[in-house]
């Protein structure tokens, strides 16, 4: 999965609370990206980072949450505010020039 | 609206068969076309980027073609094997301030049967 690694693969949140996702990558790439895919549908963008200690917010940020204190990571919180979480969570980074993008395998979020 | 459409929805094809799959995008302004295969319960692999002046760019047995007038693109998969069997996701990048932004379809979900 081109360098990046998602953790945990299953995930299990119980009402209210908070759950973090974890993305590494050692492809020594500026920018990272979280993505959430529902069954069906195309990825869409919660947040996204160009730089380090810098993030943006995507198209679906509600109730979610990020940090971006090392180059190599970017890890994803679903807060309780999010009252959906239930999918399928794609962390992703690209180099300069953000033509090329690299998934990770992505974590299985649910809710108990 | 910035919009990815893609069809079929789902296709299951025998083994050794060629098929084609279909990508409409509205996307403005374009930037790049990208495709990619999704194993089931894993992240996309990047197939092929075709920027606005390429008209058709192979990777093996794909082979994916662009029609930037008509703002559509198809992916072509040549003898099929049962390890395609995937969701292949078309991507369209617009170029803007904020970089490269992508809209994703949902998907043709190809199943290939011995």
């Known amino acids: 999965d081109g360098g990046i690694t998602q953790s945990p693969k299953y995930l299990f949140r119980k009402e209210g609370q908070n759950v973090t996702l974890s993305c590494e990558q050692n492809l020594n790439h500026d920018a990272m990206y979280w993505y959430r895919q529902d069954p069906g549908q195309g990825l869409r963008l919660i947040y996204y980072s160009q730089i380090v200690n810098d993030f943006q917010k995507g198209d679906i940020a509600e109730g979610y949450s990020v940090s971006r204190e090392k180059k190599e990571s970017f890890p994803l919180t679903v807060t309780s505010a999010q009252k959906n979480p239930t999918a399928f969570y794609l962390c992703?980074?690209?180099?300069?020039?953000?033509?090329?993008?690299?998934f990770g395998s992505g974590t299985q979020l649910s809710v108990l | 609206k910035n919009q990815v459409e893609q069809s079929p929805q789902s296709l299951i094809i025998l083994e050794g068969k060629n098929c084609t799959l279909q990508?409409?995008?509205?996307?403005?302004?374009?930037?790049?076309l990208r495709w990619y295969k999704q194993d089931t319960g894993r992240g996309p692999v990047s197939l092929t980027i075709m920027t606005f002046s390429e008209n058709t760019k192979s990777n093996g047995r794909y082979t994916a073609t662009l029609d930037a007038d008509t703002k559509q693109s198809s992916l072509h998969i040549t003898a099929s094997q049962l390890s395609d069997s995937a969701s292949y996701i078309c991507?369209?990048?617009?170029?803007?301030?904020?970089?490269?932004?992508?809209?994703f379809g949902g998907g043709t979900r190809l199943m290939v049967k011995p």
């Open positions: 990508c409409n995008y509205t996307v403005s302004p374009f930037s790049n």
């Open positions: 991507v369209v990048s617009r170029h803007n301030n904020a970089g490269n932004m992508l809209t």
């Open positions: 992703a980074s690209s180099g300069a020039l953000g033509v090329k993008l690299f």
